[in-house]
């Protein structure tokens, strides 16, 4: 058999799967949530969810991957012993191939966002912006090939391979992210009033926690580590056997959650600075923003000019790394199970997602496709987020928790005994009670049942 890919450093496993971590998720969802849910009170949840949750969950998915090295559905299977678990990678493959088909819809919007703006056409009054999104997203065909295109670059990268595309990209964009990310919050710190868009950020308004708050903060911790669809469990079949499992998943969810809280600091303060509403939704980025860069800025129009470039050069970045690992779960699986080589298994996933981007494109835009009362789009956001995401950690915790043998977990994460022992009785209670039962408590609650 050919040889498996591995990434090739430490450095390249924390960028890789960092990479895939940040996202849309934390320069757009995770700021637009905050404004929803009523800022820090917000923030503090999400926090507890990411390390009670997130981060037991994220090392329950790498043992499994690593200790397999293997696609995930094979993953799950060598560990089942004859039981059905593999149901579980293969729920996990066909979650982050959904997720792909409408995150590639909002990837596009960024892409023509990123051309608009270094073309200069988002500029104008109030007005003219508005109804630049309005005209782009009704248009039938364009915000399609945008996305379509975005699941094609993805493409690109992920038949380079592990090596030589994944982490190559990942080696390139994330530093770039970071770069763009920091002068954007000190610019838009800098503005007047921008303080108060830093105390909506910091400080807690515990009138605004209701249940909902919970069940965001929860699917959007999951969302945002890429956890339970099998993503990091493909990742970690590519991590090496020296990777210290613990400390990995700390440094890539400690990133991501910094990462986020710089992008409510690159946002609110400027949304505040010229007195727009911090919760106005999805459309903040493409409505709001491209008004807040020119008012902001409005006595210097060049710099309003380069702001807005690198706004949206940042999220096409951050949603490109994500994708390529949305990408290569289906790809990992389909290269190995049905004998293909790369060039051709990666056609699978770039077709199902594709098709899906398109009429979820459309569900949004220029035609009425519902499912259950929803816009297609947000019926598999929904769909993804508040089930599929949450019942795949689940069902991931159980497996770690319960079922794989003590010795196994236990040799992953001490890495033969090297290291991490005085943690391993503590990931076990989280990984057997706190996260399983949490879990379930959220769906519950959002069911009505308690
Ligand atoms: N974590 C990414 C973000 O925050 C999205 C993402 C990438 C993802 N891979 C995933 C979400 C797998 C769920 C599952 O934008």
Redesign the pocket.
């Known amino acids: 058999m050919k040889e498996r890919g591995s990434f090739g450093s430490k450095l390249g496993i924390v960028l890789a799967t960092a990479g895939?971590?940040?996202?849309?998720?934390?320069?757009?969802?995770?700021p637009y949530m905050t404004g929803e849910n009523g800022g820090a009170a917000f923030i503090l949840v999400y926090i507890v969810c990411i390390l009670l949750l997130g981060i037991p969950g994220m090392i329950g998915e790498f043992v499994v991957g690593r200790y397999a090295q293997t696609n995930a559905a094979r993953a799950y299977d060598i560990l089942s012993r004859g039981k059905p678990w593999k149901l579980v990678g293969y729920l996990?493959i066909l979650?982050?191939t959904i997720?792909?088909g409408f995150?590639a819809v909002v990837a596009g919007w960024c892409l023509e966002y990123l051309l608009a703006s270094i073309a200069g056409q988002l500029q104008g009054d109030a007005e003219a912006v508005k109804n630049y999104f309005a005209t782009f997203s009704s248009n039938p065909l364009k915000p399609v090939i945008w996305g379509v295109a975005f699941i094609l670059v993805t493409h690109v990268v992920v038949i380079f391979g592990v090596r030589k595309g994944i982490e190559r990209a990942s080696k390139w964009l994330m530093p770039i992210l970071l770069i763009l990310l920091l002068v954007l919050v000190v610019a838009s710190c800098l503005l007047p009033n921008a303080m108060e868009g830093v105390r909506f950020l910091f400080e807690p308004d515990f009138s605004k926690v209701n249940r909902r708050v919970f069940l965001d903060a929860l699917g959007q911790a999951?969302?945002?580590?890429?956890?339970?669809?099998a993503?990091?469990c493909t990742y970690a079949s590519y991590f090496s056997k020296t990777t210290n499992l613990l400390r990995s998943a700390g440094q890539i969810a400690l990133l991501?959650t910094v990462i986020?809280i710089l992008s409510g600091l690159m946002i609110f303060p400027a949304a505040f600075s010229v007195g727009v509403n911090p919760d106005s939704g999805p459309s903040l980025i493409f409505i709001t923003l491209p008004n807040v860069f020119q008012q902001a800025f409005g006595g210097f129009p060049f710099a309003g000019y380069l702001i807005s470039v690198m706004f949206y050069a940042l999220l096409v970045f951050?949603?490109l790394?994500?994708?390529i690992?949305?990408h290569e779960?289906g790809t990992a699986f389909f290269t190995e199970e049905f004998h293909l080589p790369r060039m051709k298994s990666a056609w699978i996933p770039t077709f199902i997602a594709s098709v899906l981007c398109v009429f979820c494109s459309l569900s949004v835009g220029a035609y009425d496709i519902q499912v259950l009362g929803l816009p297609l789009m947000d019926f598999c956001d929904m769909l993804?987020?508040d089930y599929m995401?949450p019942l795949g950690g689940f069902f991931t915790c159980m497996f770690v928790g319960w079922y794989i043998p003590k010795k196994i977990v236990h040799t992953e994460f001490t890495n033969e005994g090297q290291f991490n022992h005085r943690f391993f009785n503590t990931y076990l209670f989280a990984v057997r009670y706190v996260c399983p039962i949490a879990i379930m408590l959220v769906f519950l609650h959002q069911l009505g049942v308690i």
């Open positions: 895939s971590a940040v996202g849309l998720g934390n320069v757009w969802r995770f996990g979650t982050g997720i792909l995150y999951f969302f945002s580590l890429s956890l339970g669809t993503c990091l991501d986020a951050a949603a790394t994500s994708t690992s949305m779960i993804t987020a995401l």
